[in-house]
């Protein structure tokens, strides 16, 4: 017993700390999959690309993320499919960060100098290849910070999964302060763990871009 609270409390707790770190790499993982396309298509001369995912964004982003899990969860059971409340929240975080990811990139891709595309056109090489080989790795480096912090609220996101029932570390805390009427210290200690999961993230972020700038000197 811990501060009025059992161990095996602790424990529940620290489990349903652990399905936040599922949802938020399974959030993380699905937009970036989702995001880079669009922020290429975002950034592309294309006109009917741009404007599509323009839309795309401006829908998600304009919607928010609990309401997006609940037509998710809700709209695909009336569609005849009974989703498990942790494949309908990484979809619906998914669609969340895919829109924030891909406008974050967007800018860091328009944020390269317009004469490294012309450059790479005198060498001869094409558009997917000034793109990948090119364009993409400076990107790359100015999106480190947006990108992490962005992923920090993706964790810190998660906790609106509760609206659906999923077991993550908001949930967790919710049944063990219904159980021991700690309000107190059960939410301190869930938003301690949030921090815990959150600060190392900054650190990475920090040191991955020193890395970068040692490396591109």
Same mark, same amino acid.
């Given at each position: 017993?811990? +501060?009025? !609270?059992?161990?095996?409390?602790?424990? $529940?707790?620290?489990?349903? *700390? #652990?399905?936040? @770190?599922?949802?938020? /790499?399974?959030?993380?993982?699905?937009?970036?999959?989702?995001?880079?396309?669009?922020?290429?298509?975002?950034?592309?001369?294309?006109?009917?690309?741009?404007?599509?995912?323009?839309?795309?964004?401006?829908?998600?982003?304009?919607?928010? +993320?609990? !309401?997006?899990?609940?037509?998710?969860? $809700?709209?695909?059971?009336? *569609? #005849?499919?009974? @989703?498990?409340?942790? /494949?309908?929240?990484?979809?619906?975080?998914?669609?969340?960060?895919?829109?924030?990811?891909?406008?974050?990139?967007?800018?860091?891709?328009?944020?390269?100098?317009?004469?490294?595309?012309?450059?790479?056109?005198?060498?001869?090489?094409?558009?997917?290849?000034?793109?990948?080989?090119?364009?993409?790795?400076?990107?790359?480096?100015?999106?480190?910070?947006?990108?992490?912090?962005?992923?920090?609220?993706?964790?810190?996101?998660?906790?609106?999964?509760?609206?659906?029932?999923?077991?993550?570390?908001?949930?967790?805390?919710?049944?063990?302060?219904?159980?021991?009427?700690?309000?107190?210290?059960?939410?301190?200690?869930?938003?301690?763990?949030?921090?815990?999961?959150?600060?190392?993230?900054?650190?990475?972020?920090?040191?991955?871009?020193?890395?970068?700038?040692?490396?591109?000197?």
């Amino acid at each position: 017993m811990i +501060l009025g !609270v059992s161990y095996s409390q602790w424990l $529940f707790i620290l489990t349903g *700390a #652990g399905w936040t @770190l599922v949802l938020s /790499v399974l959030g993380f993982v699905g937009g970036t999959v989702a995001g880079l396309p669009i922020a290429i298509a975002r950034a592309s001369k294309n006109r009917f690309f741009r404007i599509l995912t323009a839309a795309y964004v401006k829908l998600i982003q304009g919607i928010p +993320l609990p !309401v997006i899990m609940f037509i998710v969860y $809700f709209g695909i059971s009336i *569609a #005849g499919y009974d @989703l498990p409340a942790l /494949v309908a929240a990484g979809i619906a975080m998914t669609l969340y960060s895919s829109a924030f990811l891909g406008e974050i990139w967007r800018g860091c891709i328009e944020a390269i100098p317009h004469t490294q595309w012309e450059a790479s056109d005198c060498l001869g090489l094409n558009k997917l290849q000034t793109l990948s080989n090119v364009i993409l790795p400076q990107a790359f480096r100015i999106a480190i910070p947006p990108t992490v912090g962005f992923l920090v609220q993706i964790v810190k996101n998660t906790s609106y999964a509760v609206v659906i029932g999923f077991f993550d570390l908001t949930y967790s805390a919710r049944v063990i302060n219904n159980s021991t009427f700690k309000p107190f210290i059960v939410f301190t200690a869930a938003a301690l763990i949030y921090f815990a999961m959150c600060y190392p993230l900054s650190i990475l972020s920090y040191r991955l871009e020193r890395k970068l700038k040692r490396h591109s000197r």
